[in-house]
């Protein structure tokens, strides 16, 4: 109940103990609460004294005498879960969890148990569509413990899991296993999660809604942009001119198709969870949003884009190859369309 910050001071008025009738310690920072909030919480004409002589005031706990501050309380009829206690013990051990997906053997050491991430996410959220994101993945626990939560109450919650290609020791059992790195064995692990649950679904009623769930994933790693970067710092004529010429074709000399898309795709503000099927001739995103040419572009296929009225068509430059009048009677039928 007492004022959070320590760097200012919060509200400073009498509270009186029930049974007393003197005012309670005040905390040395002050109220949290206004006044007008803590006595809404009050309720003296329904006083409740407990087994070991403490009060009880509609949403205000007092200790026996007037020396301890009180506490607020928070009914289990005003929230949809237990809310997380300040230290949680856990029984279950998150290495036998790791040791059970990979056939017995102990390819991480010392993971969490999914009993303690699932505790946590249900503690502190309440939609069953957020996203949970793990920067510190190893062997990707939290993955695990979203994917188990889905299955149980029919959420569809998404986790995002960061982990950096770690190489696991050249003795360890998961190397000699094939795992060069701790990412891997985090991938690894959420394949046989997700399995077991598939395996587990079939034949069963969908009571509880996971049968239309996406139980699938994508993995992206970090690198250099798929676009020829314009240097800043030229200096001479000569440099401008060269740099010019570079970037005729502004796309990198190695750049693949799958990484330009979901390069398009995060520039373009679009989830990387977005769904995507191959037309012929061009891709597809999230059924009738976008369309991108990256390969070829011709007239059937530009025909088939504008006939199905696509939302959004991203193309490049070059698929052109200097057909300006190709080029312009595109860009024209896309915005009459």
Excluded at 55 to 60: D, S, V
Excluded at 89 to 112: A, C, Q, R, T
Aim: proline share 3%.
């Amino acid at each position: 109940m007492s004022w959070p910050n320590a760097d200012t001071f919060g509200h400073k008025y009498n509270v009186y103990h029930p049974r007393a009738k003197k005012p309670v310690k005040i905390p040395d920072r002050g109220w949290r609460w206004k006044e007008e909030t803590f006595n809404e919480a009050l309720d003296y004409k329904n006083i409740i004294e407990l087994h070991d002589g403490s009060f009880i005031c509609g949403k205000i706990w007092f200790d026996k005498d007037e020396n301890t501050q009180p506490s607020s309380i928070l009914y289990l009829d005003d929230v949809d879960t237990l809310l997380l206690m300040t230290i949680v013990s856990m029984k279950s051990d998150g290495g036998i969890e790791v040791e059970n997906i990979f056939d017995g053997k102990s390819f991480y050491s010392y993971p969490k148990p999914t009993s303690l991430i699932k505790t946590l996410i249900q503690s502190m959220l309440f939609n069953t569509n957020d996203i949970i994101v793990d920067f510190f993945a190893g062997s990707c626990t939290t993955a695990h413990a979203v994917l188990a939560l889905n299955k149980e109450d029919g959420g569809n919650r998404k986790f995002i899991c960061a982990q950096l290609p770690e190489k696991c020791d050249v003795d360890s059992e998961a190397f000699r296993a094939g795992y060069k790195t701790i990412a891997e064995i985090g991938k690894e692990r959420i394949r046989r999660v997700i399995k077991k649950i598939q395996e587990e679904q079939e034949g069963k009623l969908d009571l509880d809604g996971n049968g239309d769930k996406d139980l699938g994933f994508k993995v992206f790693k970090l690198k250099e942009s798929n676009f020829k970067i314009w240097r800043s710092n030229i200096e001479t004529e000569e440099e401008l001119i060269t740099q010019m010429q570079q970037h005729l074709e502004p796309l990198d000399e190695h750049a693949k198709i799958e990484d330009v898309l979901y390069e398009l795709l995060i520039k373009a503000g679009v989830p990387l969870t977005a769904k995507i099927k191959e037309e012929k001739g061009y891709i597809l995103v999230n059924d009738n949003e976008i369309a991108l040419m990256l390969e070829r572009a011709d007239d059937k296929i530009i025909k088939q884009i504008i006939a199905a009225k696509r939302q959004k068509v991203f193309t490049l430059d070059r698929l052109f190859k200097n057909n300006d009048k190709l080029k312009t009677n595109t860009a024209l039928q896309m915005k009459s369309g």
